[in-house]
T-cell receptor
Framework: EPEVTQTPSHQVTQMGQEVILRCVPISNHLYFYWYRQILGQKVEFLVSFYNNEISEKSEIFDDQFSVERPDGSNFTLKIRSTKLEDSAMYFC????????????FGPGTRLTVL | QKEVEQDPGPLSVPEGAIVSLNCTYSNSAFQYFMWYRQYSRKGPELLMYTYSSGNKEDGRFTAQVDKSSKYISLFIRDSQPSDSATYLCAMSSVTGGGNKLTFGTGTQLKVEL
């Protein structure tokens, strides 16, 4: 069964450093999302991406965050200058054409900012 | 008032029991309702997807939506220890691309032998 994959599974970084989280969507899916989940809290929407542009973003997704599809397959989330409060699980989700509400999540990247 | 409310539990039931999990919401624009299962430190796994009001059944799982009461439910029949996980309800309102999901906090379920 096709699935969303994410790398790395765990990333440890120093405050102020840049990190790039990577996602490989399910083949032929066209809608891409990033969510995060701080330990013990609910899953929160960060950004949606369709047709090579951001469709919607939350107030969490400030100028320190960016997304792109650099090679037409991978979907990346970059955090330019990490803060302690960025420590969380980051989930990529994807959805197919006509099924944009059926979002399939990857296993997540656990980001730890020291 | 939170947009989506869900009792965090934990809910503990014996194997074979019928489990009822619920969410309430305040945003009347929500039209799409999902249930996800999440094992510890894993990604949410889509279980059920429902549009508007009504029931949907898939194996041991039944999802119900009552838009007039802003209340959704997930029933699990013949619960198994492998059903032990956190169950998240999620909702969205937009019909175009970029539909963000709004999640509840999740209900932790434990099915005991």
């Amino acid at each position: 069964e096709p699935e969303v994959t994410q790398t790395p599974s765990h990333q440890v970084t120093q405050m102020g450093q840049e990190v790039i989280l990577r996602c490989v969507p399910i083949s032929n899916h066209l809608y891409f999302y990033w969510y995060r989940q701080i330990l013990g809290q609910k899953v929160e929407f960060l950004v949606s991406f369709y047709n090579n542009e951001i469709s919607e973003k939350s107030e969490i997704f400030d100028d320190q965050f960016s997304v792109e599809r650099p090679d037409g397959s991978n979907f990346t989330l970059k955090i330019r200058s990490t803060k302690l409060e960025d420590s969380a699980m980051y989930f990529c989700a994807t959805a197919g054409l006509g099924s944009y509400n059926e979002q399939f999540f990857g296993p997540g990247t656990r980001l730890t900012v020291l | 008032q939170k947009e989506v409310e869900q009792d965090p539990g934990p809910l503990s039931v014996p194997e074979g029991a019928i489990v009822s999990l619920n969410c309430t919401y305040s945003n009347s624009a929500f039209q799409y309702f999902m249930w996800y299962r999440q094992y510890s430190r894993k990604g949410p796994e889509l279980l059920m997807y429902t549009y508007s009001s009504g029931n949907k059944e898939d194996g041991r799982f039944t999802a119900q939506v009552d838009k007039s009461s802003k209340y959704i439910s997930l029933f699990i029949r013949d619960s198994q220890p492998s059903d032990s996980a956190t169950y998240l309800c999620a909702m969205s309102s937009v019909t175009g691309g970029g539909n963000k999901l709004t999640f509840g906090t999740g209900t932790q379920l434990k099915v005991e032998l």
